[in-house]
């Protein structure tokens, strides 16, 4: 094990994951390039977890460090990762995935394919996903390798689905996800920041994660219900202020995330859970957004109460 720092840091919040934690390990040891570091963010796990990462401690050829915190949420441990990461970069994986074998070595020689004078300006190398029968999750890049900001490669170029790579370590430790708003907190939330502040990423099409959709995993909790609406009503809030510059590479967008705005608003008042502030609406186009898209918005929210 060298003593300098490595060039990755690769992050796992987990919770009572311990029989899926191991697909994780095999696919470390596998890695062709093992520059690397493997932090696990245990999120206040009752399983086995603790016993299984001592074993691994004790055979693995890279540094394993063991971190548990109290039970609190992904976006907790994922910071407390990234505050504990001496690599340069930080691949973020969940505890029930695993990496192709060529992953970090592919993710290390397209960043080194970023001229040294120019990687500032960078925060991340993103690639794809696939399943486990080898079938890419989503929409590939435009080109093989492809340099955009990820909004728009969102909103401009209409990419969707699954994506993973690495991202500068010094860079989310100025955007770490904001641990005072309570629950879910949509990661897009944090990677548009980051865009709005003039990073860009390189874009390749490269499958580096191997994708295992599984219901109870970290990754999937609060996606969706009316009791993450807080969460997807920040989503929506972000969209329709904070993201106007791209409204017209895809209006349909944000219309509906100006009626999601309404949908989610009316479930926190029906829970009598306040918004955040600094994250109304603000300006004349995010409000006439808004309120034209009022009814569909409250239709949508109806629609939610007869299903509960």
Not at 97 to 109: G, I, K, T, V
Request: proline letters at 5%; charged letters at 25%; one cysteine or more.
């Amino acid at each position: 094990m060298s003593s300098q720092r490595p060039l990755f840091t690769v992050i796992t919040p987990t919770y009572n994951r311990a029989h899926t934690l191991g697909r994780v390990y095999a696919s470390l040891c596998e890695q062709t390039w093992q520059d690397f570091e493997w932090v696990i963010v245990d999120d206040g796990s009752t399983d086995s977890t603790r016993a299984v990462v001592l074993d691994w401690q004790r055979e693995a050829r890279f540094p394993i460090h063991y971190v548990w915190q109290k039970n609190q949420h992904k976006k907790t441990a994922f910071n407390r990762g990234v505050r504990k990461a001496s690599g340069e970069l930080v691949v973020a994986l969940d505890s029930d995935d695993s990496l192709d074998r060529e992953a970090l070595a592919a993710m290390m020689s397209t960043w080194y394919g970023i001229p040294e004078d120019q990687r500032h300006r960078y925060v991340a190398i993103t690639g794809l996903c696939a399943r486990p029968d080898g079938s890419i999750v989503g929409d590939r890049y435009p080109q093989d390798v492809f340099d955009a900001s990820a909004l728009d490669m969102t909103f401009k170029y209409h990419i969707a689905g699954e994506k993973f790579g690495c991202m500068r370590t010094d860079v989310l430790l100025k955007f770490p996800f904001p641990e005072e708003i309570a629950g879910f907190v949509p990661e897009s939330l944090v990677w548009r920041a980051i865009a709005r502040a003039g990073y860009l990423t390189r874009f390749v099409n490269q499958v580096f994660r191997i994708y295992y959709d599984t219901d109870d995993s970290l990754s999937r909790q609060g996606r969706e219900g009316q009791q993450h609406a807080l969460g997807l009503w920040l989503l929506a809030q972000d969209t329709v202020v904070e993201c106007l510059p791209w409204f017209r590479y895809q209006p349909k967008a944000f219309l509906l995330a100006a009626a999601r705005y309404t949908r989610f608003d009316l479930h926190l008042r029906a829970n009598s859970l306040p918004r955040p502030r600094g994250r109304q609406l603000k300006g004349m186009a995010p409000r006439a957004l808004v309120y034209a898209m009022w009814p569909i918005g409250a239709m949508l929210y109806m629609r939610d109460r007869t299903r509960m």
